[in-house]
């Protein structure tokens, strides 16, 4: 809190002035809106998710910022409204983007019957891991072929306040062969997995324009995502690829799953 002082604002505004810096991006600090009408360098800021602290750093004293870079057409809808810009170039949307190049081909994921279904959220609540609790539930009281793959941590949210002792999700679901809980792994790992991937799955409630889904599509992997207002549902509208289920509905979900999995393993 002590760097965000009256004094220090004032050093870093008379710093960045006598710097003169051609241009300012501002990528998540949330003191730069707030400096913005006392720096004189031209100011880009960057707004990561639709909606909450993150894209409202990216939109306060908009009059002084040149240009607001939003992830998805539901983030400019999004601060237009929140901060009242009439002016309909002043946010720009800009999607993220990954190289093409390819992981090494894998021929179990193109003829195994096994079908693999990656999720890569762990236990965020923002990934919905409420509901995918509920979907894996579904899928393992099915007779169906799959390999489940649960990528990050496994510790609950609400570990601390639980009254039952459950920490962790592997707690909630008894050992079953088809499910895997990685942990958390380096990102080269985690490419691994996605890439041998045929399911993925993000069926997020909040999001930017998420690279692991961007990655999982570069790598052939059929997405699965929510209806909810961000980048995941728009990249799919865009693409005309992929599932698109209601947000929170695990049975929708599971449906959808079943469904893959069955025309998977009829060809």
């Known amino acids: 809190k002590a760097k ?24 998540r600090h949330s003191i730069m809106p707030y400096i913005a009408p006392f720096v004189t360098t031209p100011i880009i800021t960057v707004a990561h998710f639709v909606n909450g602290i993150q894209a409202d750093n990216a939109g306060y004293n908009t009059d002084y910022l040149n240009t607001i870079i939003a992830l998805s057409n539901y983030s400019k809808q999004y601060l237009e409204k929140e ?11 800009v999607y993220n983007f990954v190289s093409d190049n390819t992981q090494k081909y894998n021929s179990y994921k193109e003829f195994s019957k096994e079908l693999t279904i990656v999720f890569p959220g762990g236990t965020s609540v923002q990934k919905s891991v409420d509901v995918i609790l509920d979907t894996v539930y ?71 324009c998420p690279m692991t889904l961007l ?15 961000h980048g995941s549902r728009e990249l799919l509208e865009i693409s005309k690829c992929g599932e698109i289920v209601p ?21």
Request: charged share 25%; glycine share 4%; net charge positive.
């Open 4 to 27: 965000y002082s009256y004094s220090y604002c004032q050093k870093l505004i008379k710093k960045i002035n006598e710097s003169e810096y051609d241009l300012i991006i501002n990528s």
């Open 138 to 208: 579904r899928l393992k009281l099915s007779a169906m072929n799959f390999k489940f793959v649960w990528l990050g941590d496994t510790t609950l949210p609400s570990a601390k306040k639980s009254l039952l002792r459950i920490e962790k999700t592997t707690q909630l679901i008894s050992t079953d062969k088809r499910i895997l809980f990685t942990g958390k792994v380096s990102r080269e790992e985690a490419m691994q997995y996605i890439a041998s991937a045929n399911i993925f799955l993000l069926p997020s409630r909040g999001e930017g």
């Open 83 to 93: 901060f009242k810009i009439l002016d309909t170039q002043k946010v720009k949307v």
């Open 247 to 267: 947000q929170g509905d695990s049975e929708k979900l599971y449906q959808v799953i079943k469904k893959i999995i069955e025309l998977g393993l009829a060809i």
């Open 215 to 229: 990655e999982a599509m570069r790598e052939g992997c059929i997405p699965v995502v929510s209806d909810s207002h």
